[in-house]
């Protein structure tokens, strides 16, 4: 198994990793949010200085914690996408630099598939040993995405459903806002701590596209919905129903997320299902997911490790190494860029 050094500036999170088939030998993040918390969102500006101060760092301490030097490292693996331009510019152009400097090959990820790869993860001794056998409905719900995917072989995507306006993770962040009335990022932590004391059942917020046949999702209604509600409210009443309105609308959002699941885990007779992005560090829809797929005879895979929900290199990693079973390496290093609107397929 070849040994992998991979990179992802793709949000606000700067991280290196070295991985070696699903094993993670080391995965370092520098996280940005306390450089963002204070604006409400991710500054780009911002992010492109502190992944440009860190990179370096952060891949040193990478492969000295995998006890590796560039020499053990038979390729370099890159997020090229989608995300914000300008925080991709800096990881590829290390990439670029240490893979022409040092004569290794160069393997080009979607972030998308980092997030999909994370639920088959081991640790350095190659635990958890669980199959990974296809095909898979991965659904995917990050701040940018909300989709589900199916994956019928290494590497191989077909999208099946994913959001018409916000994603999930977006939608959130934004009710987060809006309840506490604070320029909050990311929110998603904050709507869970909020709604574990509150009432699911204080407001009846929309199921959105539950009754539409496809696979999509929608969230701009909800938010919508959710802003003329906390308008429409004395300070006094928001005072009091915070919680409330933080546990009816996680309720709202997870609500649509496993209608979708257990429709599409039927319209496609899949029962192995794996699921990434941010907003699975939220336990109750680890919960619920788990529930709904148990109760359909499915099994699920999710991120084994706390620290590979978010944004890190590690899953980017993971994924390249199934690249690379394929021979998939970049041809011409020179013209690989970064593409901000990547899809999956
Ligand atoms: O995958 P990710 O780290 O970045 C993207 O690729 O977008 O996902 C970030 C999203 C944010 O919307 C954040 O609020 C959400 O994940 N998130 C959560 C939780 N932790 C992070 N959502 C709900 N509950 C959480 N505990
Ligand atoms: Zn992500």
Same mark, same amino acid.
């Given at each position: 198994m070849i040994k992998i050094l991979a990179i992802d500036t793709s949000a606000d999170e700067t991280s290196a990793a070295v991985t070696e088939g699903r094993k993670i030998l080391s995965n370092v993040m520098f996280s940005q949010i306390p450089i963002h918390a204070q604006w409400g969102g991710i500054v780009p500006d911002k992010a492109k200085r502190a992944h440009e101060e860190r990179i370096s760092p952060v891949i040193d301490e990478a492969l000295k914690k995998a006890g590796v030097t560039?020499?053990?490292?038979?390729?370099?693996?890159?997020?090229?996408g989608p995300g914000l331009a300008i925080a991709l510019g800096v990881g590829i152009q290390?990439?670029?630099?240490?893979?022409?400097?040092?004569?290794?090959?160069?393997?080009?990820?979607?972030? &998308?598939?980092? =997030?999909?790869?994370?639920?088959? @993860?081991?640790?350095?001794?190659?635990?958890? #040993? *669980?199959? +990974?056998?296809?095909?898979?409905?991965?659904?995917?719900?990050?701040g940018g995405h909300t989709e589900i995917v199916l994956l019928d072989d290494d590497v191989s995507y077909t999208i099946l459903g994913s959001t018409r306006d916000d994603?999930?993770?977006?939608?959130?962040?934004?009710?987060?806002?809006?309840?506490?009335?604070?320029?909050?990022y990311p929110g998603g932590p904050v709507i869970e701590r909020l709604a574990k004391d509150g009432d699911p059942a204080f407001m009846n917020f929309p199921r959105p596209m539950s009754r539409d046949d496809s696979l999509d999702f929608s969230y701009s209604g909800l938010k919508t919905a959710l802003l003329y509600?906390?308008?429409?409210?004395?300070?006094?009443? &928001?005072?009091? =129903?915070?919680?409330?309105?933080? @546990?009816?609308?996680?309720?709202?959002?997870? #609500? *649509?997320? +496993?209608?979708k699941l257990k429709k599409a885990m039927k319209k496609h007779s899949i029962k192995n299902v794996c699921v990434g992005g941010g907003v699975v560090a939220n336990e109750l829809l680890r919960e619920r997911i788990e529930e709904v797929v148990k109760d359909a005879g499915g099994y699920v895979a999710l991120p084994p490790f706390r620290d590979i929900y978010g944004d890190n290199a590690a899953m980017i990693g993971i994924a390249a190494s199934y690249h690379a079973k394929k021979g998939d390496f970049v041809k011409d290093p020179d013209s690989f860029d970064r593409n901000a609107r990547a899809r999956l397929c």
């Open positions: 560039l020499d053990d490292i038979d390729a370099i693996a890159v997020t090229y290390k990439a670029k630099e240490l893979a022409h400097k040092h004569n290794k090959k160069l393997i080009g990820v979607n972030h &998308l598939e980092g =997030h999909i790869y994370s639920c088959f @993860a081991q640790d350095a001794q190659g635990q958890p #040993d *669980s199959p +990974l056998e296809y095909p898979y409905l991965a659904l995917l719900v990050s994603a999930a993770g977006e939608a959130i962040d934004k009710a987060a806002r809006l309840i506490t009335g604070d320029k909050i509600i906390v308008e429409d409210m004395s300070q006094e009443e &928001l005072d009091k =129903h915070r919680n409330d309105l933080a @546990a009816s609308f996680q309720k709202a959002v997870f #609500d *649509s997320i +496993l209608i």
